[in-house]
């Protein structure tokens, strides 16, 4: 008990830190202190897999399998290992991640919100002994060697930035940039709220959220707001006639507060924006939306298959062709890789049909569990797809099947 204690507190880790296996510029196994972990935890559940209430599971698999075939030149031997590798990907993401659903079987509620609370604090104080002291220099000599160049931002290369657009230096604490970090304390938190049974869970809920965004200053953070009231009246169902007046005064009041705090943190950010020069949105909102845009203009039912960046690039090239026939890629690679929008994803890989058809297998997935809510979910996720840009990654499957396990011990 206390080994599988142990790997799980490790699994996690290797979910904050998002490592990866390269050889040279390929990626060879991403998340990897995940991967091998999650691997145990596969083995030990296997009797598991073979569960009648895993058929849409399989389904959704052999969805993914058959995505490999979708989009343009089908059997072209480039186009087909990508794919291919995309699939690999994911089902290795999805059979870790549901291990991971079936070993938290075994914890009760109150033993779940309590880890995502500390874990919470943990990453808090973390990233504030890394903002205030020389920490910060000793985490680059720790992480920098175990990410390729270009991967891992160090403090040298981010602390103009940070000052010109934050006012002070963003705590990266064990990842590769700061954004990360507020993407996993993000999940943190949200885990939290999904299993606390505080009297006053929404006044720290949104406490917690201000002190986060305000030492990490990820704009991901904010994302939180409105799955706060998802869960608020769509989950929990919360009656306006209901609603006590002080709790509601200072739940309003805390609002408040992170409503002014976001905006004098981000002034720079918005300034950014307005002129087109925030990179972050563009690698979050505009350039997905371009993409999603003409993949769906040629490949509406289908999309380009998983993983497809080829048969992307080869769409994108022509449609400027079109425009400039002597037009010639100068950062393709940089267009494809800073899609970070998961949601916009299944648009470009499976199109419209094949998107209404994984979430058709997602819902009946979902109630298979146990879990009645299933809107939910899909909500949530489509809302943080904004936010993290990995489709097939383990650490989005992880979160989802964290998420399922978490409703079906509240019984939502």
């Not at 949601?343 to 109630?367: A, D, E, R, S, V």
Request: with cysteine.
């Amino acid at each position: 008990m206390i080994i599988r204690n142990l790997l799980l507190i490790i699994y996690t880790f290797g979910l904050l830190t998002e490592i990866r296996l390269f050889s040279g510029d390929q990626l060879l196994v991403p998340v990897v202190i995940s991967f091998f972990i999650g691997f145990f935890f596969v083995i030990t559940h296997l009797p598991k897999y073979f569960k009648s209430n895993l058929k849409y599971f399989y389904l959704i698999i052999l969805f993914f399998f058959l995505s490999v075939f979708f989009g343009p030149n089908k059997f072209d031997s480039l186009l087909l290992q990508e794919r291919f590798l995309g699939f690999v990907q994911m089902f290795t993401s999805l059979i870790i991640a549901v291990a991971i659903f079936f070993e938290l079987e075994k914890y009760d509620l109150k033993l779940l919100s309590n880890f995502f609370l500390a874990l919470f604090s943990i990453l808090i104080f973390g990233a504030i002994i890394e903002i205030l002291t020389p920490f910060k220099f000793i985490l680059d000599q720790i992480m920098q060697p175990l990410f390729p160049d270009g991967y891992y931002a160090g403090y040298d290369e981010k602390i103009m930035r940070d000052e010109s657009l934050y006012a002070f230096y963003r705590p990266k604490f064990f990842t590769s940039e700061a954004s990360h970090l507020g993407k996993f304390v993000s999940m943190c938190l949200l885990f939290w709220r999904l299993s606390t049974s505080s009297r006053n869970k929404n006044i720290i809920f949104l406490l917690l959220l201000i002190i986060a965004f305000l030492i990490i200053r990820s704009p991901l953070i904010l994302f939180l707001i409105p799955i706060h009231f998802l869960i608020v009246f769509t989950l929990e169902r919360v009656s306006i006639k209901k609603i006590n007046l002080i709790p509601a005064v200072a739940t309003f009041f805390l609002f408040l507060v992170l409503i002014v705090s976001s905006i004098q943190v981000l002034n720079e950010r918005i300034n950014l924006a307005n002129f087109g020069n925030d990179s972050s949105l563009d690698a979050r909102l505009i350039i997905p939306t371009f993409v999603t845009l003409e993949v769906l203009s040629e490949f509406p039912l289908f999309g380009v298959g998983i993983a497809g960046k080829e048969a992307i690039e080869n769409i994108v090239i022509e449609k400027f062709q079109e425009l400039d026939p002597n037009f010639k890629p100068r950062s393709m690679k940089e267009l494809l890789d800073k899609n970070h929008a998961a949601t916009l994803q299944y648009l470009i890989y499976f199109g419209l049909l094949g998107t209404f058809i994984i979430i058709f297998l997602t819902m009946n997935l979902i109630k298979s569990f146990g879990v009645q809510n299933w809107i939910f979910i899909i909500l949530v996720f489509a809302i943080l797809g904004f936010t993290h840009g990995k489709l097939t990654g383990l650490n989005t499957w992880t979160y989802f099947f964290v998420t399922c396990s978490l409703l079906l011990k509240n019984k939502f």
